[in-house]
């Protein structure tokens, strides 16, 4: 008898928290904060806008409260989260975020403030190494076709949207289409555990 198990899944987690009014005051303080300061060259490419770390600004304190609360309500016991990074990205038309991870942090949380169609999908490749040099392969292909699923997953994000990831992950934002500000909040984080 032939048995199948899926090893080493990779999580993701997702969820609008949908809250016109404070989406308005964090793009207002994003927006501000891009006139008076100058980009910091991380991710952002073509014209793309990221702040340096704004971790203490108090406008953020609802926002990590709340992804605080949503972590404490996964089956991962966590018992606090500590933020380390909290930087803001505005996309302009053709900006894009080239592939990245966040090193050794636990989680790689982003949120959007405002993404308006066609303004960049959030692109997440297959962590597994192995599978980057086969990348293409009819093996890779078969492989992926088995869970339904490719090399490459974009995510298509609305105002509101919460996603949480491993930090090991890879990502990338593809470039804007869209003549609207493309307006996001990273963070990275490690937690305390019951």
Same mark, same amino acid.
């Given at each position: 008898?032939?048995?199948?198990?899926? #090893?080493?899944?990779?999580?993701?987690?997702?969820?609008?928290?949908?809250?016109?009014?404070?989406?308005?005051? @964090?793009?207002?303080?994003?927006?501000?904060?891009?006139?008076?300061?100058?980009?910091?060259?991380?991710? %952002?490419? *073509?014209?793309?806008?990221? !702040?340096? *770390?704004? #971790?203490?600004?108090?406008?953020? !304190?609802?926002?990590?409260?709340?992804? =605080?609360?949503y972590l404490q309500t996964l089956n991962l016991n966590i018992l606090k989260v500590n933020y380390i990074n909290l930087w803001c *990205?505005? %996309?302009?038309? $053709?900006?894009? $975020?080239?592939?990245?991870?966040?090193?050794?942090?636990?989680?790689?949380?982003?949120?959007?403030?405002?993404?308006?169609?066609? =303004?960049?999908? @959030?692109?997440?490749?297959?962590?597994?190494?192995?599978?980057?040099?086969?990348?293409?392969? /009819?093996?890779?292909?078969?492989?992926?076709? @088995?869970?339904?699923? /490719?090399?490459?997953?974009?995510?298509?994000?609305?105002?509101?949207?919460?996603?949480?990831?491993?930090?090991?992950?890879?990502?990338?934002?593809?470039? !804007?289409? =869209?003549?609207?500000?493309?307006?996001?909040?990273?963070?990275?984080?490690?937690?305390?555990?019951?």
């Amino acid at each position: 008898m032939t048995k199948h198990c899926n #090893l080493f899944p990779t999580p993701l987690w997702r969820v609008n928290l949908g809250d016109i009014d404070y989406n308005k005051e @964090l793009e207002n303080f994003i927006l501000n904060k891009s006139k008076t300061t100058e980009t910091v060259y991380k991710t %952002n490419s *073509n014209g793309g806008w990221q !702040s340096n *770390n704004l #971790l203490e600004e108090h406008v953020f !304190s609802k926002l990590k409260q709340r992804i =605080s609360t949503y972590l404490q309500t996964l089956n991962l016991n966590i018992l606090k989260v500590n933020y380390i990074n909290l930087w803001c *990205n505005i %996309n302009y038309k $053709n900006s894009y $975020n080239i592939i990245h991870n966040h090193g050794d942090h636990e989680f790689a949380i982003i949120y959007y403030v405002k993404c308006p169609e066609k =303004s960049g999908e @959030l692109v997440l490749r297959d962590p597994r190494t192995g599978f980057i040099g086969k990348w293409g392969t /009819d093996y890779a292909k078969n492989i992926h076709n @088995l869970y339904n699923q /490719d090399m490459i997953i974009e995510l298509d994000i609305k105002d509101g949207d919460l996603i949480i990831f491993p930090g090991f992950l890879d990502h990338y934002v593809k470039p !804007s289409a =869209s003549n609207n500000k493309r307006i996001s909040i990273a963070l990275d984080c490690y937690c305390e555990y019951f």
